[in-house]
């Protein structure tokens, strides 16, 4: 079957501009995760949706970003006013429902270069 | 809170031969779980294996195998008879209870003809 994809692949801003990123997990998965990966470094967790609520987001790095699941499916993490240092890979994951032991299965990420 | 260390940047080995990646981990759960992933330069992380602490024997999944030792809080990954498509960044990483991930620094493996 399909697997988590990632829209954009690639994402190019100016500094104060507003991006969004959008995630499409596997089917009948509930649990959604993002990540951010910065050049060299392991991914650091941002938020957590079970469904269509956002379990934990003690991740996000400040209020200039957030991350809606409306449906329980697709998700989308808005970034405003983007700064340079949001340059990183942004990684999408699911698993079937959650639970610690569940491999996460994860997209090709989206790369955000703020310029 | 999980902390996950691995202390190799950077590791060569040569084609055919086995090489064992490190990862140390804190954790003040009683019941946890350890991944290994793997990220090639294209950037998807692609997950190797996987094994809970409730687990008797160490966990294989084909060329890969977990050195699960609980009192050390080690989970070393074997790859054994590396081939050339094997390099790429090595990461383990520790779930929460909501399954959040925590991940190490990863180790660079470059496997050599």
């Known amino acids: 079957g399909a697997g988590v994809s990632q829209t954009p692949s690639n994402k190019v801003t100016e500094k104060g501009k507003y991006v969004e990123l959008r995630c499409d997990p596997i089917?009948?998965?509930?649990?959604l995760y993002w990540y951010r990966q910065s050049l060299g470094q392991g991914p650091e967790f941002l938020i957590y949706?079970?469904?269509?609520?956002?379990?934990?987001d003690s991740g996000l790095p400040n209020d200039r970003f957030f991350a809606v699941r409306p449906e329980g499916s697709v998700s989308t993490l808005k970034i405003q006013r983007t700064e340079r240092g949001d340059s990183a890979v942004y990684l999408c994951?699911?698993?079937?429902?959650?639970?610690?032991?569940?491999?996460?299965?994860f997209g090709p990420g989206t790369r955000l270069l703020v310029l | 809170a999980q902390k996950i260390t691995q202390t190799q940047p950077g590791m060569f080995v040569q084609e055919k031969e086995a090489v064992t990646l490190d990862c140390t981990y804190d954790?003040?759960?009683?019941?946890?779980?350890l991944f290994w992933y793997k990220q090639p330069s294209s950037g998807e992380m692609i997950f190797l294996i996987y094994?809970?602490?409730?687990?008797?024997q160490n966990a294989t999944e084909g060329r890969y195998s977990l050195n699960f030792q609980k009192a050390r809080k080690s989970a070393n990954l074997v790859i054994s008879a590396s081939q050339l498509g094997d390099s790429a960044m090595y990461f383990c990483?520790?779930?929460?209870?909501?399954?959040?991930?925590?991940f190490g620094a990863g180790t660079q493996v470059v496997v050599t003809p």
């Open positions: 949706f079970q469904g269509t609520g956002a379990a934990d």
């Open positions: 954790t003040s759960d009683q019941s946890y779980g």
């Open positions: 094994q809970g602490s409730y687990d008797e």
């Open positions: 990483a520790i779930p929460d209870s909501w399954g959040k991930l925590q």
């Open positions: 089917s009948g998965h509930t649990a």
């Open positions: 994951a699911s698993s079937p429902t959650g639970q610690y032991q569940e491999t996460q299965y």
